[in-house]
C-alpha cells in the first residue's frame, strides 16, 4: 500500500499518495521513502508567499443545502364564493356568508357524488368562508373534484345543501408559463447601513405593481463578522440595480423580501 503524505504550497495543504517529491514554498523537493511515510508542516514567514507578511490563507469547504425538486402538476386553485341571492339577480355586495363551512372529495371516476364510498375526502377536507365569502383549496393535481355545500345555518342565513363537480385539466394545473418581473430596481431606495451589531432595514411601500411583486420592497442588512468594528455595510436600490458595498473583511447577510404591502421588514407575510 502507498504510504501517504502531505505537503504544503503557498499555504495550502495537499494530501498526495506514493512516492513523490513534495514542493514547498521554498523550492525544496523532498522525498518520502516508502514505508516511512514523511510528514512535515512548513509555516509561511513573514515577507513570503503572495500574501504578504506572515499572513496565511486556508482553503475551507463549507456543504450546499439540500435540494428537492418541486412538482409542477399541483399547482392549481379551486376557490368560489358563498352568498344568499336575496335580490335573485347574482351576487350583490352585502349578500355573502361569512363562517359557511364548504367541504371538498375526489371523484374517483364515475361522475358520482359518493362521499364516504367511491370519493375520498381531499387531504384538507373542508375551507371557512373569509370576510368576502370566499373559500379556496390550494395544491390540488389534475382529476375531478366534487364541492360541496352542506346544509348549515350561519347566524340568521340558511343554507341549503348543493354540490358541483369541478374538472381540472393537466394544463389548469400545471399553470401558466410566462414570465414574472419579481423587481425591476427602477424606483430607487434610501441606504440601508449596519455596522457590527447594529442591524439596518427599511420599507418601500406604494411602488407600481409593474415594478414590484406585491408593490412594497423590504431591504434588510446585518454585520455578522468584521476586524475593525467602525466599518459599515451598505445596501440600496439606484440605476436599475441592487447595489451592495462592503469592505473587504466583513462578513454579513442582505436580505430583500417581497411579501406584499405589510409594512414590516423583518417579519414575512406568508400570503403577501
Known amino acids: 500500500m502507498s504510504p501517504e ?13 506514493g512516492a513523490c517529491s513534495g514542493a514547498s514554498g521554498g523550492g525544496e523537493g523532498r522525498k518520502a521513502r516508502a514505508g516511512s511515510p514523511s510528514r512535515r508542516r512548513r509555516r509561511v514567514r513573514a515577507g513570503s508567499g503572495p500574501h504578504g507578511s ?3 490563507r486556508f482553503l475551507r469547504l463549507e456543504p450546499l443545502e439540500g435540494r428537492a425538486l418541486m412538482a409542477i402538476t399541483d399547482l392549481a386553485s379551486l376557490s368560489g364564493r358563498v352568498f344568499k341571492d336575496v335580490t335573485g339577480d ?3 355586495l352585502g349578500e355573502q356568508v361569512v363562517g359557511a363551512t364548504v367541504q371538498l372529495f375526489v371523484d374517483d371516476g364515475d361522475g358520482v357524488f359518493e362521499p364516504g364510498a367511491g370519493d ?3 387531504s384538507t377536507p373542508s375551507a371557512t368562508t373569509d370576510a368576502n365569502g370566499f373559500y379556496r383549496f390550494n395544491r390540488l393535481n ?3 373534484y366534487w364541492v360541496r355545500q352542506t346544509a348549515q345555518t350561519v347566524g340568521s342565513v340558511t343554507l341549503a345543501e348543493s354540490r358541483n363537480l369541478v374538472v381540472i385539466t393537466a394544463d389548469d394545473a400545471d399553470g401558466v408559463l410566462g414570465a414574472t418581473t ?3 430596481f427602477e424606483t430607487p431606495s434610501v441606504e440601508v447601513a449596519a455596522t457590527l451589531g447594529t442591524p439596518g432595514s427599511a420599507i418601500q411601500t406604494g411602488l407600481p405593481a409593474a415594478e414590484v411583486i406585491g408593490g412594497e420592497r423590504d431591504l434588510e442588512a446585518e454585520m455578522t463578522g468584521e476586524p475593525n468594528s467602525t466599518e459599515t455595510i451598505r445596501m440600496f436600490v439606484q ?9 473587504v473583511n466583513a462578513i454579513g447577510t442582505y436580505r430583500v423580501t417581497w411579501d406584499g404591502d405589510d409594512g414590516d421588514a423583518t417579519a414575512v407575510d406568508p400570503v403577501g
Open 90 to 92: 347574482g351576487f350583490t
Open 142 to 144: 389534475a382529476g375531478s
Open 182 to 184: 419579481i423587481d425591476a
Open 239 to 247: 440605476g436599475g440595480q441592487l447595489n451592495i458595498e462592503a469592505p
Open 5 to 17: 503524505h502531505k505537503t504544503q504550497r503557498s499555504g495550502f495543504w495537499s494530501w498526495l499518495s
Open 120 to 122: 375520498a375526502a381531499f
Open 54 to 56: 506572515g499572513m496565511r
